[in-house]
């Protein structure tokens, strides 16, 4: 916090805190989609918000470091004070192409028919109650 009131880069913070709201959103849409296609279910209503979510966000995220990049009139590469920021949101981007990534694998995975066995439930023994 100190860092804001010092750089007063909170408007520039809430377009990555923005940016990361839906990518958690998009992310949680993917993960149900895998789920439900897993467990035989329907997944159509879920994978075409998941993907526009997606593209969407990774837009957002890809704008704020290419905003904060590059040569500034002073010839620096990030934008004063904007460092942390660009950073974040460059980290975001990676860890959720790799969340992706894992997700599309599992997906494929389902639809080629290599679903994963269901698990054994325990048996209860009732003869002795």
């Known amino acids: 916090m100190l860092f804001f009131a010092l750089t007063s880069t909170i408007m520039a913070a809430w377009k990555v805190f923005g940016a990361v709201n839906q990518l958690i959103a998009a992310l949680a849409m993917t993960i149900v989609t895998v789920w439900l296609l897993q467990k035989g279910r329907s997944f159509w209503f879920t994978i075409a918000p998941a993907v526009v979510m997606c593209v ?24 004063p004070g904007h460092g942390p920021l660009t950073f974040a949101a ?20 389902c639809l080629g028919g290599r679903r994963e066995p269901p698990r054994e439930q325990p048996q209860l023994d009732v003869e002795g109650i």
Do not use: M, W
């Open 56 to 79: 969407t966000t990774f837009a957002a995220l890809g704008t704020i470091i290419v905003q904060n990049l590059g040569k500034t009139p002073a010839g620096r590469l990030l934008v």
């Open 90 to 109: 460059a980290r975001l981007l990676v860890l959720s192409v790799g969340v992706l990534i894992v997700a599309v694998r599992k997906f494929r995975d």
